[in-house]
């Protein structure tokens, strides 16, 4: 079954973060190979940080674009795995060894496959 990972932390301590703990990033990558390796990463990456997003809602035809993120939150989804996991447990497994966990909150979604979808 598929799942997805959100990665959130406060996006203005990352700065920070990165330059006082160097295997940060390398923890991502490290990850990342690992479930490659495995078989069990089905994408993922990381997102600009919120003031590059835009928000889009119709409503009643009329198109209405928000700069920033959907909701003001203390911490900002930054980033995301696509993993291919045969439970709920194996995804908790994959999340506890996100780097952003230790910081911030991993999220994680069973993905609602419908029929012809993947």
């Known amino acids: 079954m598929p799942y ?7 996006e203005r301590e990352l700065p920070s973060r990165i ?10 990558k490290e990850l990342s190979d ?11 990456d ?5 003031p590059m997003a835009t ?5 009643g035809g009329d198109v ?4 920033g993120p959907f909701a003001e939150t203390r911490e900002q989804l930054g980033g995301f795995f696509l993993i291919q996991a045969p439970d709920l447990d194996r995804a ?19 993905v609602k496959v419908w029929p012809g979808s993947m």
């Not at 997805?4 to 406060?10: G, T």
């Not at 928000?55 to 409503?59: A, E, H, N, T």
């Open 4 to 10: 997805l990972l959100l990665i959130y932390q406060d």
């Open 19 to 28: 330059a006082a703990d160097p295997t940060f990033l390398a923890g991502f």
């Open 34 to 44: 690992a479930l490659k390796a495995s078989g069990e990463l089905l994408g993922g």
């Open 46 to 50: 990381a997102l600009e940080p919120t």
């Open 55 to 59: 928000s889009v809602r119709v409503r």
């Open 64 to 67: 209405l674009l928000t700069d």
């Open 92 to 110: 908790i497994e994959v999340a506890r060894r996100i780097p952003a966990a230790k910081y911030g909150t991993i999220e994680v979604r069973p």
